[in-house]
């Protein structure tokens, strides 16, 4: 029943938030955490993730920086093909299954069939990895963590709801 004065990467928000009392209140200290501060100044959407509807403070979050601002997963299209059907770079769900269909159907590696897979994507397993269809959740309006690693529970919520990935 005892825990250590200092643990580092050993709890997190959930863990505060189910044993508040076993967990420093961090958000009375901020005047004397400079660079946590400074961090808040610099990402305020960090500060709103770890603070809890009482203003409290139980954990804080990490940064990687710069090298980790960006995703970690990208798609990527084969140019070739959308230059030889005439077609732009699809930025929309509507337009990436147009291009689809037309990779399918237009024979754009010009070899005289309709043989073209048009999408290569690791098959969905029972839990979510790298180079998954994980890559097109964003896309959707659920947020991913790519550069944390994906959960392999898929679990989210939407509206105050508990869902999973795998299910819906």
Avoid: C
């Avoid at 509807?53 to 990490?62: F, K, N, R, T, V």
């Avoid at 960006?70 to 930025?91: C, E, H, R």
């Avoid at 769900?93 to 690791?122: H, S, Y």
């Amino acid at each position: 029943g005892k825990l250590a004065d200092v643990s580092l990467h050993a709890f997190g928000v959930p863990d505060a938030a189910q044993y508040p009392s076993m967990f420093e209140d961090l958000s009375k200290d901020l005047d004397k955490l400079p660079n946590v501060k400074q961090f808040f100044k610099e990402k305020p959407d960090a500060q709103k993730l770890i603070t809890d509807p009482d203003g409290h403070i139980y954990a804080l979050p990490s940064s990687r920086g710069k090298s980790y601002s960006g995703s970690g997963q990208n798609m990527m299209i084969n140019k070739a093909w959308l230059d030889k059907l005439g077609l732009q770079v699809p930025t929309t769900w509507d337009e990436l299954e147009n291009v689809l269909k037309a990779f399918k159907t237009q024979d754009p590696n010009g070899n005289g069939q309709a043989d073209e897979i048009p999408m290569n994507i690791k098959k969905l397993d029972s839990y979510f990895s790298w180079y998954s269809p994980m890559l097109l959740l964003n896309s959707t309006g659920i947020v991913t963590g790519f550069n944390k690693g994906p959960t392999v529970t898929g679990y989210y919520a939407d509206n105050g709801v508990v869902k999973s990935f795998l299910t819906s």
